[in-house]
Nanobody, 121 residues
Framework: QVQLVESGGGLVQAGGFLNLSCAAS????????MGWYRQGPGKQRELVAT???????NYAESVKGRFTISRDNAKNTVYLQMNSLKPEDTAVYYC???????????????WGQGTQVTVSS
């Protein structure tokens, strides 16, 4: 069973930065898209950023120019660099990926367990 393992969350002051990473826990044949979502207190889960297998990126308007998504296909890992953080960025951040495990013929969507990001004012 594939797991997406996230790391890098924490507490930071407004204006600071954090780097999140998410790695697949077992051998992967191929990965389609990878991305990050977040869910703030009392809010619905929302898209933050995605990156396709070809490297095309998509960002929520609220994070454009501040966040950068990237991936390392050799390591089956996706990263989210978050700069100029604001208190409204406070949320649990979830990794999301559509991937095909080794030995499987199908792509399946997976979610990470979530990592807390707290931005103090």
């Amino acid at each position: 069973q594939v797991q997406l393992v996230e790391s890098g969350g924490g507490l930071v002051q407004a204006g600071g930065f954090l780097n999140l990473s998410c790695a697949a826990s077992r051998s992967i044949f191929s990965i389609n898209y990878m991305g990050w979502y977040r869910q703030g207190p009392g809010k619905q889960r929302e898209l933050v950023a995605t990156i396709s297998s070809g490297g095309s990126t998509n960002y929520a308007e609220s994070v454009k120019g501040r966040f950068t998504i990237s991936r390392d296909n050799a390591k089956n890992t996706v990263y989210l660099q978050m700069n100029s953080l604001k208190p409204e960025d406070t949320a649990v951040y979830y990794c999301n990926a559509a991937l095909r495990p080794s030995g499987s013929y199908y792509y399946t969507e997976y979610w990470g367990q979530g990592t807390q990001v707290t931005v103090s004012s």
